[in-house]
């Protein structure tokens, strides 16, 4: 049986993505799902390849017991796009970076994140780097909210239920 396959991107890989990562991984884990869905996460920028996720970004996760220590960016490649059914931009730059690579065909694998948290009237994920640690709590919020709904439509999707 294949694996769902999900890949969070942003621009560094050590910020928003390897958060939404986290959060993701989390709630498969609890929804019992973790060997029916794949989660990846990566940067459309090489600035940090093979570092591990920003400490503010690891605190602010572990405060809400996500632990991201094990987690290193890599660099998006076109392959992801073959690789992976959801590949999910954090905010329209990197949405249109991705949509460059997408190979013929796979650009519907493409979603801002937040398409998938309607109700928050907000369309991209602010990138917390050059901000204070607030902006890590925000992203966090932002993110679990956009993750339920992704779960939600993999489950649906896919006809995923935890006691399969």
Same mark, same amino acid.
């Given at each position: 049986m294949n694996k769902i396959s999900v890949l969070f991107v942003c621009m560094g890989n050590i910020c928003r993505s390897?958060?939404? $990562?986290?959060?993701f991984l989390d709630m498969?884990?609890?929804?019992?799902?973790e060997d029916r869905i794949k989660v990846d996460s990566a940067g459309t920028h090489a600035y940090h390849v093979a570092e591990p996720p920003d400490p503010r970004a690891q605190e602010a996760a572990l405060k809400r017991d996500v632990d991201l220590s094990g987690l290193r960016a890599r660099k998006a490649v076109q392959? #992801?796009?073959y690789e992976y059914?959801?590949?999910?931009?954090? #905010?329209n730059s990197n949405f249109s970076s991705l949509l460059s690579m997408a190979p013929e065909g796979h650009e519907d694998k493409l979603k801002l994140f937040l398409e998938y948290a309607p $109700?928050? #009237?907000?369309?991209?994920?602010? #990138?917390?780097?050059?901000? &204070?640690?607030? &902006?890590?709590?925000r992203v966090l919020d932002l993110i679990e909210a956009a993750s339920e709904g992704l779960l939600e439509d993999v489950k649906k999707h896919h006809n995923l239920n935890s006691t399969d």
């Open positions: 390897p958060t939404a $990562h986290g959060v498969v884990n609890k929804a019992e799902l392959n #992801d796009f059914d959801y590949v999910i931009a954090m #905010d $109700h928050l #009237d907000v369309t991209e994920v602010p #990138d917390p780097y050059y901000g &204070g640690r607030n &902006g890590f709590e």
